[in-house]
């Protein structure tokens, strides 16, 4: 299994990037997967989770302002953000649950970084003030 996630760039704050998951080896559509992401010097945390029945979850910090989706065709995960802020400023991770058809799972389950088996190699984001 292998994610490649792109996307990433410089942005002025208030501004908005679409960051892109290409899988190969899994159907996206049939696994939850994921974004997190890391800022320098600080751990790594949830951004955002879609689940193969397509129900959402997001961190309190991007409720609003990114969107999680997938186009099935295309087997890409992708997040759209928006009102971008330097806060925003780390690199995003994409991740993908092996677990198949995961839909029934506590919210804790798919926020958190240890249910998922498969990452990306991350893409930097960068929001200047």
């Known amino acids: 299994v292998q994610l490649q996630a792109s996307g990433g760039g410089l942005v002025q704050a208030g501004g908005s990037l679409r960051l892109s998951c290409e899988a190969s080896?899994?159907?996206?559509?049939?696994?939850?997967m994921a974004w997190f992401r890391q800022a320098p010097g600080k751990e790594r945390e949830f951004a955002a989770a879609?689940?193969?029945?397509?129900?959402?979850y997001y961190a309190d910090s991007v409720k609003g302002r990114f969107t999680i989706s997938r186009d099935n065709a295309k087997n890409t995960l992708y997040l759209q953000m928006s009102s971008l802020q330097p806060e925003d400023t780390a690199i995003y991770y994409c991740?993908?649950?092996?677990?198949?058809?995961?839909?029934?799972?506590?919210?804790?389950?798919?926020?958190?970084?240890?249910?998922?088996?498969?990452w990306g190699q991350g893409t930097l984001v960068t929001v200047s003030s």
């Open positions: 991740a993908l649950d092996e677990t198949f058809r995961s839909n029934w799972q506590t919210a804790g389950y798919y926020t958190s970084s240890t249910t998922y088996n498969y």
């Open positions: 080896g899994r159907t996206v559509a049939n696994y939850a």
């Open positions: 879609l689940t193969p029945s397509r129900r959402t």
